[in-house]
């Protein structure tokens, strides 16, 4: 990518985290539906678990209602053992309520175990499916999505957010019925043993629920500050670190710590914030419990010296103000837990829902193997969001087998025509017909398949080196493939390989920039496509290997349409037309030995590189 469509992308792009910041400084109330809107969306994303949860959640609450009967068979227990401590201890009764109790405890436990599994494995689904359709998104969204977010933020979204859904729904659902079934069943059971302790408890516990909702509303906004921060900290982080040379080359080290420090502190006050409240939760309810207990141990005492109750009644309200006390601070953490993926959700479905390219499944006209007319026809465009307009109005033809040459000043719109050419972004006016036929009529994959590129950015990824040359091209054969690299220059350096052509490509293999260049180049070879794109391809090797080059890129472009962009003109020419391009528009055309002739812009530009300063 050539340096002026870098400076459109970092015109179009915002601060860090791009799209995380959106609807993340609003109001508590506003978040309070954004809470719930989320949890909606992943419920429906949940749809087709529908029975796997709802058995869980029948587990769930048939593992509390376990429990809940235990107090009762103890009061029981412990009834006859008082009852029996003068006339004598029914044995056979406490050992019947003995096993009943186990077995109580081990359905129980097989229940929770069970509710736990299938609620793990459904959030392990879904979290896998999310991730499916985030990578099936990434190539549903135009290049202008990726023009404004940063990378960093993308891959907070695909890892952090998702991973923070899967934990929220493997913890919160589960907890949440337990915890409630637990409240309500332990209310019923205190209200059947006895009113006044349980007015006792409620009244000891009823302030728990005040403070919990004044603290629960004020910390949602606090979890979505923080995923929304930790998109912006991986944005700067996947930045420097991509930059790691130039960082150092320019003793940046200090300004891009002055900036992660930045970033980091505000991830640590937005976490803070949001850790502290929730961490607030579980020091209260446990203060509340306590107190529950001394009040029923108080209110107990009295009821027990009037006569009103007996001793086991108050055995087996200890256990069910635990019971009904413990359920909230569960609900407290599984809020807290749901809080989280509800933040997590909103950035994930923000991307999951943005506006995608049109859809071409519609279009019939196709092109099996372009002949390779192509027709700028009054060309408009500028890149979305900028409000600049870059092409104003351009239009040139090009004939089958002939190599074009676009030159110009950084900024002209070279890149970008290449762009419009390869349909990665959409012309505002005008249009660009293949063989007559308008790219706009033909679907994107049509369009890419008519083209091979060299860029001046290398991209290789880790893999063998024949797989990083024959990419994504069907029966290409070893033989065409060794071809392609002798032809570059580069079959001898690969044979000194480990592995020659199946060594894999990692940080143990040192390439050069000019190598990557190469195997870029032998694979737009091996691609063998009608219409060859060339951006800067030889700029990153040295004189002699771009003279070993050209002559292979002489042998591509035979019978093929070819657009070189090129800031060294003596390497463009020999080719059949040249356009110069300044400010967006075509101002000379023609060979180069007619533009030198001219005398114009193109000759000046031209005659700059050979400028000898004294």
């Avoid at 985030?134 to 977010?149: A, D, G, V, W």
């Avoid at 309200?317 to 359920?327: G, I």
């Avoid at 959409?426 to 249009?431: R, T």
Wanted: hydrophobic share 40%; with cysteine.
């Amino acid at each position: 990518m050539s340096s002026e469509q870098s400076t459109q992308r970092q015109t179009a792009r915002p601060a860090h985290g791009g799209m995380g910041g959106h609807g993340m400084g609003r109001g508590g109330g506003e978040k309070s539906k954004d809470f719930v809107g989320s949890w909606k969306k992943l419920m429906g994303y949940c749809k087709k678990y529908l029975i796997p949860i709802l058995i869980a959640v029948v587990c769930a609450a048939g593992g509390t209602v376990f429990t809940l009967v235990g107090p009762d068979q103890l009061s029981k227990l412990t009834r006859i053992i008082t009852d029996g401590l003068f006339t004598g201890i029914d044995l056979d009764a406490v050992f019947r309520i003995g096993i009943f109790l186990a077995a109580l405890y081990l359905a129980g436990a097989i229940l929770s175990f069970t509710q736990h599994f299938i609620m793990s494995t459904i959030a392990q689904g879904v979290s896998k499916q999310m991730r499916s359709d985030i990578s099936r998104k990434i190539n549903r969204l135009p290049m202008s999505f990726y023009s404004r977010t940063s990378n960093g933020d993308i891959l907070s979204r695909v890892t952090n957010d998702v991973d923070m859904i899967s934990q929220s729904l493997n913890q919160s659902i589960g907890m949440m019925v337990s915890a409630i079934t637990l409240f309500l069943g332990s209310l019923i059971m205190m209200l059947a043993t006895n009113v006044i302790l349980t007015l006792t408890a409620v009244a000891a516990t009823l302030i728990g629920f005040v403070l919990l909702r004044l603290i629960t509303g004020r910390s949602q906004k606090y979890f979505s500050r923080q995923q929304k921060h930790l998109g912006e900290l991986d944005g700067h982080i996947e930045e420097i670190y991509a930059g790691h040379t130039v960082v150092k080359a320019y003793n940046g080290e200090a300004a891009s710590k002055k900036a992660f420090d930045n970033y980091n502190q505000k991830l640590k006050d937005s976490a803070f914030k949001a850790q502290s409240l929730s961490g607030l939760m579980q020091p209260l309810m446990t203060f509340i419990g306590n107190f529950g207990y001394v009040a029923v141990c108080v209110v107990g005492a009295v009821l027990t010296m009037n006569g009103q109750c007996g001793f086991e009644v108050i055995v087996a309200f200890m256990m069910y103000v635990r019971y009904f006390t413990q359920p909230l601070s569960q609900i407290a953490q599984a809020i807290q837990s749901l809080q989280s993926g509800a933040a997590a959700g909103e950035r994930v479905f923000e991307f999951l829902e943005g506006e995608e390219m049109e859809d071409e499944s519609g279009k019939t006209a196709c092109l099996d193997k372009a002949q390779g007319y192509v027709e700028f026809d009054h060309v408009k465009f500028g890149y979305p969001g900028t409000g600049k307009t870059i092409i104003h109005d351009f239009s040139a033809k090009a004939k089958p087998g002939q190599k074009i040459a676009i030159v110009g000043p950084t900024g002209a719109g070279k890149t970008t025509l290449v762009n419009l050419l390869m349909r990665f972004y959409e012309i505002q006016d005008g249009a660009i017909r293949i063989d007559g036929v308008s790219t706009k009529d033909l679907k994107r994959e049509d369009v890419h398949a008519q083209f091979c590129m060299v860029l001046q950015d290398t991209w290789l990824f880790e893999g063998t080196v024949r797989e990083n040359l024959i990419y994504c091209t069907e029966n290409a054969d070893d033989e065409k493939m060794k071809a392609a690299c002798k032809a570059v220059g580069l079959d001898h350096f690969i044979r000194t390989l480990s592995h020659g052509y199946d060594t894999v490509l990692n940080d143990s293999v040192n390439l050069s920039q000019g190598q990557k260049q190469q195997m870029t180049i032998a694979r737009a070879m091996i691609a063998d496509k009608p219409m060859l794109i060339l951006d800067e391809a030889t700029s990153s090797v040295d004189t002699r290997t771009e003279l070993q080059i050209q002559s292979a890129m002489d042998q591509l472009m035979e019978n093929r349409t070819s657009f070189v962009i090129a800031h060294r003109l003596s390497t463009i020419k020999n080719s059949d037309l040249i356009l110069v391009l300044k400010d967006g528009d075509v101002i000379e055309s023609g060979t180069h030995q007619s533009l030198l002739e001219q005398g114009g812009f193109y000759a000046d530009l031209y005659n700059s590189q050979f400028t000898q300063v004294s």
